[in-house]
């Protein structure tokens, strides 16, 4: 025990003494995990009910994964841009099979995939003749931490610090029909395209309306600007469909795709519909690891992997009972306001500060995550089963009890 104590002392030790103080770091470091479960260096066991923020969806050390990732080393890691690769082919195959007829760029991660998609935006603004193009988003969303994401990010707390901005972003209200119809009056033709999540994710688990969404589309298609959806947090099956804009019954002119992407192992991806793909041609965007090897070999196995299981049958049906459950645990503390969210995409809004409630809930072995202050984060991996969740709710409920 004094050992393992030893063993996260130095391991905290170490990351102050070396490691840029960006994050605000939980006392654990995890060293394995199984399934549904973490371990840390005292091979205290954990219910991952967080999944490293909706990335390792298929859980830790899913075997094909694992498989895939092994044959590929074997092969190559990464040749380059410069040349073709069947496993980049093969990708983006899939991802256009399962979403609409386009074209993918691929990338390392979330704020990158975005930072294509403000691209896409203003080369489309470019094309329209506008000498500002306007960029829409909304208030309370994240998009990332590179300059244009923040700057796309409705949170000032990420926006403020570093001076002047990307360019002319202005937000808007989510589920907010009046406001989206007053910022479409003000810019009108001069909007490039409105960036949104379908779920709003680090801002408190906020799930945008059908008719909110359904306006978005309308307004978009009436000022001939780009719908464009980042389903950065939301796809991958987190909701129940592979992608979130499923349930709306449209598709965006664009999305964005990373975290459960790859279980793991880093990878973004812009998609573009076949109509607005021609604005990115050759020499206008790039990146060197984007697509490598590894990396869609990787992604590729995970988009079989949902495919060949009933993972998404699971979602739906393990959603209806977590929702079930928390909303009778909210019918019975005054600690719990709203049970919100889709799919295994779940936010708990409280009463109170949720940190506290979340470090608790580690202490006895639940890892979750506080989000918007006062919401806990509910995203287990999306194989989780019954009985995992159902212990897990239990820790929840108790420590909810205090
Ligand atoms: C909706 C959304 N967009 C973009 C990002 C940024 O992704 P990354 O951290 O991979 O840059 C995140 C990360 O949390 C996110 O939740």
Request: net charge negative.
């Amino acid at each position: 025990m004094n050992e393992t104590k030893n063993k996260f002392q130095e391991t905290k030790e170490l990351t102050e003494k070396y490691l840029l103080n960006t994050y605000n770091r939980y006392p654990v470091a995890f060293k394995y995990g199984v399934g549904e479960l973490l371990f840390d260096q005292d091979n205290k066991e954990y219910i991952d009910f967080q999944s490293g923020i909706s990335v390792t969806n298929l859980g830790h050390g899913e075997a094909d994964i694992i498989e895939a990732l092994r044959e590929q080393s074997d092969r190559i890691f990464h040749s380059s841009n410069l040349y073709y690769s069947e496993e980049q082919a093969k990708l983006a195959q899939v991802i256009i099979e399962n979403s609409f007829p386009g074209k993918v760029f691929l990338c390392n991660s979330g704020t990158e995939a975005n930072e294509a998609a403000f691209k896409l935006i203003r080369r489309h603004g470019i094309n329209k003749n506008l000498e500002k193009p306007v960029v829409l988003a909304l208030h309370s969303s994240f998009h990332g931490r590179t300059f244009s994401s923040m700057t796309m990010t409705g949170n000032s707390s990420i926006r403020e610090g570093f001076g002047e901005l990307a360019a002319d972003v202005h937000f808007v209200t989510p589920n907010d029909q009046q406001s989206l119809i007053s910022a479409f009056d003000k810019y009108g033709e001069n909007i490039a395209g409105l960036i949104m999540e379908l779920i709003i994710g680090e801002g408190g688990i906020i799930p945008m309306s059908q008719g909110f969404v359904n306006l978005a589309r309308k307004l978009t298609e009436e000022t001939n600007s780009l719908l464009v959806f980042d389903e950065i947090q939301t796809g991958m099956g987190r909701t129940g469909k592979m992608f979130c804009f499923e349930h709306y019954g449209f598709a965006p002119d664009a999305f964005t795709l990373a975290k459960a992407l790859g279980s793991g192992f880093p990878i973004g991806a812009m998609i573009v519909s076949d109509e607005y793909a021609p604005l990115i041609g050759k020499g206008m965007h790039g990146t060197t690891f984007g697509g490598n090897h590894l990396a869609c070999a990787v992604a590729y196995e995970t988009f079989k992997v949902i495919l060949s299981r009933n993972i998404l049958e699971h979602v739906e049906t393990l959603s209806v009972n977590m929702f079930q459950r928390l909303e009778n645990m909210k019918a019975n503390s005054s600690l719990i306001k709203e049970v919100r969210g889709r799919g295994l995409h779940i936010g708990l809004e409280l009463t109170l500060p949720s940190r506290p409630i979340v470090e608790e809930c580690l202490k006895r072995g639940l890892v979750v995550n506080s989000t918007a202050n006062n919401v806990i984060r509910i995203m287990p991996p999306l194989t989780i089963s019954n009985e995992k969740a159902s212990e897990g709710l239990d820790i929840l409920e108790s420590v909810l009890k205090g």
